[in-house]
């Protein structure tokens, strides 16, 4: 594996792992367990954190001048990165209205 599939996975797997978290968050939110699922968003947090430095040293390499070649691989990689941020997105909103419907139920 060369230096650049190497890039394009670690994108893909931490974008992946952070997405697999912001669904356990929404999970545990649907059962209750509110701060379960704020500890996994920040796990997640910490996995986008990563894939984004990742996204953003290509970035400044290639404002820098070094082009990379734009592969299918690299393309599902960029796509596999923003869906995770939206799915983070929507599980803290998710977790928010089932926090607001187990007040309303247990009121």
């Known amino acids: 594996m060369d230096g650049m599939e190497q890039i394009i996975f670690e994108i893909i797997s931490n ?3 952070a ?7 929404i999970m545990e939110a649907e059962k209750g367990n509110f701060d379960k699922a704020e500890e ?5 947090d910490e996995f986008l954190r990563e894939a984004h430095q990742v996204q953003t040293t290509l970035i400044q390499e290639e404002a820098a001048g070094k082009h990379h070649e734009v592969t299918v691989l690299f393309v599902h990689a960029q796509d596999h990165l923003m869906t995770s941020l939206e799915v983070r997105s929507l599980a803290e909103h998710f977790i928010k209205l089932n926090k607001r419907l187990n007040e309303l139920e247990n009121k």
């Open 15 to 17: 974008g992946g792992n």
């Open 19 to 25: 997405k697999g978290l912001a669904y356990e968050a």
């Open 40 to 44: 996994l968003l920040s796990e997640a």
